[in-house]
Every structure is written in structure tokens, then in C-alpha cells.
């Protein structure tokens, strides 16, 4: 699988890691010099300076032939522009945005960004440690009309819900 992370903040550099280890091929891209020290020193992937909602930088990394595109920045906008464009731009058939609003991602999704909302889905696990049943109308996780065929159930986060299953 080829990955293109924009984003080295901490969960960038984790699932950079994480999909290295496994033998994944992984492009990080950051405009942040100081933020590639988060990864390991004998990373495998590759890691870019670059501004990661530049066109010209993603067709230069292969984004067109990502199998995944993560925009993780701390930007909602940035995240959700960057998404739009690998999935339109460059036809990577799985873009998420990490979105930090709730309102911005149902609007991400609705114009058809797949988002992960690390605000709602904390609330979700708060609930759950507090011995709250699941949401599963506020899941943070929001998908745009595909199935994730590929996942079993247990990857999914409690709560989430996915097109057709």
C-alpha cells in the first residue's frame, strides 16, 4: 500500500510509523522543518518540506498513485482543501481529513470529504468510560458513499457507522 500523510504533527508521525513498520510505502509531507523529529531517526518513508495543499508538491510525491491520502494537520480547512484535491486532483479512492469542528465535518462530508472528528469521537470514549452507551448518531468518523468492504467490524470505532453495513 503507498500512503501520502500531509500533516507530521503527532498523529501524522504515528500512523507514518505505524504504516512504515508494516511495510508500507509512506510519504509525510510538512512546511515545518522542526516537525520530522517526531519520527523515528532510520524512518523508511519518505519525509517532504513542502506545503502539503500544493498541487505542484503532491503531483511531485505520487500522489496519483496513493492507495491512501491522511490530511492531519491542525487545520480543518487545510485538511479538508488538501482532501478534496487528492480525491478529485489526483483520484485517490481513500482521503480522510481529520477535523477538529463537529459542524465542519457533517459540512466536509455532506460536500463529499471523509472526515474523522477527534472532538466528537472523544466525547464518544468519555461517554463510554462514564458507562454511557454509544452515539451512534455523533460518531466521529464520517464516510461519503463507499463501503469499506476491507475492514472487519472490530476495526471499526465504537460508534462509527459505515455505508451498508
Not at 512546511?31 to 517526531?38: D, I, L, Q, V, Y
Not at 513542502?50 to 505542484?56: I, L, P, Y
Not at 491542525?74 to 483520484?91: C, I, K, L, P, Y
Not at 463510554?128 to 464520517?142: K, M, N, Y
Request: net charge negative.
Amino acid at each position: 500500500m503507498r500512503a501520502v500523510i500531509v500533516g507530521c504533527g503527532r498523529v501524522g508521525a504515528g500512523l507514518a510509523e505505524r504504516l512504515a513498520r508494516e511495510g508500507h510505502d509512506v510519504t509525510i509531507i510538512d512546511n515545518n522543518t522542526e516537525a520530522f523529529s517526531r519520527l523515528e531517526p532510520d524512518f523508511p518513508g519518505q519525509a517532504i518540506r513542502a506545503d502539503g495543499t500544493d498541487e505542484d508538491v503532491l503531483r511531485r510525491v505520487g500522489t496519483d498513485t496513493a492507495d491512501w491520502f491522511y490530511a492531519l494537520t491542525e487545520g480543518d480547512n487545510r485538511n479538508a482543501f488538501a482532501a478534496q484535491m487528492a480525491s478529485e486532483a489526483f483520484g485517490v479512492k481513500n482521503v480522510v481529513a481529520k477535523v477538529n469542528d463537529p459542524v465542519r465535518a457533517e459540512a466536509y462530508t455532506q460536500l463529499g470529504v471523509a472526515t474523522i472528528c477527534r472532538t466528537r469521537l472523544l466525547v464518544d470514549a468519555l461517554a463510554q468510560f462514564t458507562g454511557l452507551a454509544a452515539d451512534p448518531g455523533a460518531s466521529g468518523v464520517r464516510d461519503v458513499e463507499r463501503h469499506h468492504d476491507h475492514l472487519d467490524e472490530s476495526a471499526v470505532p465504537a460508534g462509527a457507522s459505515h455505508p451498508g453495513h
